[in-house]
């Protein structure tokens, strides 16, 4: 591996690590391959749903909103409410009008509809993870063929041993027992221990312990995106690189998470690859920043799936490795100003059950 470069050099590697990293983005023949080799047929029936839901329901919302309630409520204020209050309070009163409606409609109809889709996405994702974990073992028994003949020929071990591993999560979402889980995972070593129901139990704690982090974090995340966009001048421009980071760690966390991958070790291997998943987020995030709100919204929800997918079978770290070096542009910190508050929230938390508890 070739050292970094450095001045001219850096700012064109980076460039390239992140034009790849929208190249890759866009490479959407990976959802139909998944499409097409899903034989549980989850992907289709899900993404069907994610699509009725988002088209049908909330993109149709919005357009009935901006090209039949509002036209209608803006004659109605010009026609009667304008000649009795005057113009200003006809216009005091439509900017009420709107936000109770999207108060009222909009806001609660994309609520729904994110928490419904967010379960899809991931039944989805958890389809895909299975999808690729077969082909891969699939490969590695081809491989094994020409040395089933050899007197050691172990291949179905080794074959397992190479597959991604299943976290405890997602041998639940494929519906395998302990032992298969631990088979697909290729534990071989775990296989004769024993205390497997305490080490299943500590783990589900630890995995949920995870998963509160990790709710809490990205909403401090988000909250900390949210804020940049309101600096001057920077604002704009600080707030599509934020944003695509943040869309680019959704759409890798699924397949991260189902692989057992600790928080930890995400937030190192995304911000060593920044260039990367600044520019794999940026496509999926464009809707919010070319078209209005709620109708950016409901297209990244119906897009954000597809996204998914692609990165399930995208593969970061050869892409650096292709372009010379891993870790070309150094890491940039890009979670650090969330992993504080974070740590001070859970920290409070498990003071305030620990305190419970002990009453």
């Known amino acids: 591996m070739q050292p970094a470069p450095r001045g001219a050099g850096l700012l064109q590697q980076t460039a390239a690590l992140w034009w790849s990293g929208v190249w890759d983005a866009l490479q959407l023949q990976r959802c139909v391959v998944f499409c097409v080799l899903d034989s549980s047929g989850v992907i289709l029936s899900k993404a069907g749903k994610v699509l009725l839901v988002n088209g049908g329901v909330y993109l149709a919302s919005v357009l009935w909103h901006e090209h039949v309630v509002g036209p209608a409520t803006d004659w109605l204020l ?21 936000a109770l409606l999207h108060a009222s409609w909009l806001l609660p109809v994309y609520v729904i509809t994110l928490l419904v889709s967010c379960m899809w996405y991931q039944q989805m994702a958890v389809a895909a ?8 073992q699939i490969q590695q028994q081809q491989i094994q063929q020409p040395q089933d003949g050899a007197p050691d020929g172990g291949g179905g071990a080794t074959v397992l041993a190479t597959s991604p591993p299943l976290s405890p999560f997602a041998a639940r979402a494929l519906g395998l027992d302990a032992r298969r889980a631990s088979d697909a995972g290729g534990a071989t070593g ?28 990205f909403l401090i995340f988000s909250l900390e995106v949210l804020a940049i966009s309101w600096l001057p001048l920077i604002g704009a421009v600080a707030n599509v ?19 057992g991958v600790p928080l930890p070790e995400r937030l190192s291997f995304f911000e060593r690859r920044w260039a990367f998943f600044a520019g794999f987020g940026l496509p999926c995030m464009l809707p919010t920043l070319l078209l209005p709100y709620h109708v950016g919204c409901a297209l990244v929800n119906l897009l954000f799936p ?23 542009s150094g890491r940039m910190p890009i979670f650090g100003m969330a992993l504080r508050p974070t740590a001070a929230v859970i920290g409070a938390l498990m003071r305030r059950l620990a305190a419970r508890a002990r009453r």
Do not use: I, M
């Not at 993870?129 to 891969?136: L, P, Y």
């Not at 221990?193 to 974090?217: D, I, K, P, T």
């Not at 079978?313 to 010379?324: E, M, R």
């Open 190 to 217: 775990n296989s004769g221990s024993g205390g497997g129901g305490g080490s299943g139990a500590a783990a589900a704690l630890e995995g949920v312990a995870q998963e509160a982090y990790r709710v809490v974090f």
């Open 241 to 259: 690189l934020f944003l695509s980071w943040l869309y680019a760690f959704y759409c890798f966390d699924y397949c991260w998470s189902l692989q």
């Open 306 to 328: 597809v996204f998914v997918l692609v990165a399930c079978g995208s593969d970061p770290a050869g892409k650096h490795s292709c372009l010379g070096w891993d870790t070309a």
């Open 78 to 98: 010009q026609t009667y409410a304008a000649p009795a209050f005057g113009p200003a309070a006809a216009a005091t009163l439509r900017r009420a009008l709107d």
């Open 129 to 136: 993870f299975e999808v690729k974990r077969q082909q891969q």
